[in-house]
């Protein structure tokens, strides 16, 4: 089955800065590569997603970039606030069996 | 739409109890999952459904666990018995069946077996 990384596993940065967080994945099958951003008690929840058929996509200061032939894609994030501190996830599906990654907790200090 | 609702929202019980979370999917949406979340484990995947038939429960951890889709509109997952190691955050999320689309979660049940 599918096995999913998530690298670091924690990421301080300070406000303003960028912050990028890693995955590699290893089934080449799959097709659909989610990032979710989970609050402290809340549910996961999408922020961003890309297609295999998609090497980049941007969405204001998030941006995720995949690169099917190493099966690894991240997550940027420019001039990071502190709202932006939380848990974040990558997923890789196909078919909609979704694995997640171990997550990266993320802050952003003042 | 009020999105993914799950029920109870916090449960205690002792161990050996049996314990039943509940699931309530987006309607329209017919694909349903079952996450497991713990500190040690991160985010596992248990078991999911499409248009209510479980598609692969590989994810179950034993036989203790066992999870029901009567209808579209409705889940459960259930533990008998329960075990101190099963405390965890439980969500429930769902989806239209169209490849790729976003899974929405719920609020997720988190249960602590004393």
């Known amino acids: 089955g599918e096995n999913v990384e998530q690298h670091p596993s924690t990421l301080s940065v300070q406000e303003g800065d960028s912050a990028v967080i890693k995955c590699t994945y290893s089934d080449s099958a799959s097709n659909y590569f989610p990032w979710y951003k989970q609050e402290l008690g809340k549910r996961p929840q999408l922020i961003i997603d890309?297609?295999?058929?998609?090497g980049e996509k941007k969405d204001q200061r998030i941006a995720v970039t995949l690169n099917k032939t190493a099966k690894h894609f991240s997550l940027h994030i420019t001039e990071t606030q502190p709202e932006d501190s939380a848990v974040y996830f990558c997923?890789?599906?196909?078919?909609?069996?979704?694995?997640f990654g171990a997550g990266t907790r993320l802050t952003v200090k003042p | 739409d009020a999105g993914v609702i799950q029920s109870p929202r916090h449960e205690v019980t002792e161990m050996g109890q049996e314990v039943t979370l509940r699931c309530k999917p987006i309607s329209g949406h017919n694909s349903l999952f079952w996450y497991r979340q713990t500190m040690m484990r991160g985010l596992e995947l248990l078991i999911y459904?499409?248009?209510?038939?479980?598609?692969?429960d590989s994810g179950m951890p034993e036989d203790r666990f066992s999870a029901k889709m009567p209808n579209a509109s409705f889940s459960t997952l259930k533990i008998q018995p329960s075990e101190p190691r099963d405390s965890a955050v439980y969500f429930c999320?769902?989806?239209?069946?169209?490849?790729?689309?976003?899974?929405?979660f719920g609020p997720g049940t988190r249960l602590t077996v004393l």
């Open positions: 997923a890789a599906s196909y078919n909609n069996d979704m694995r």
């Open positions: 890309i297609r295999s058929n998609v």
């Open positions: 459904f499409n248009n209510n038939v479980p598609i692969d």
């Open positions: 999320a769902s989806t239209t069946s169209v490849v790729g689309a976003e899974q929405f």
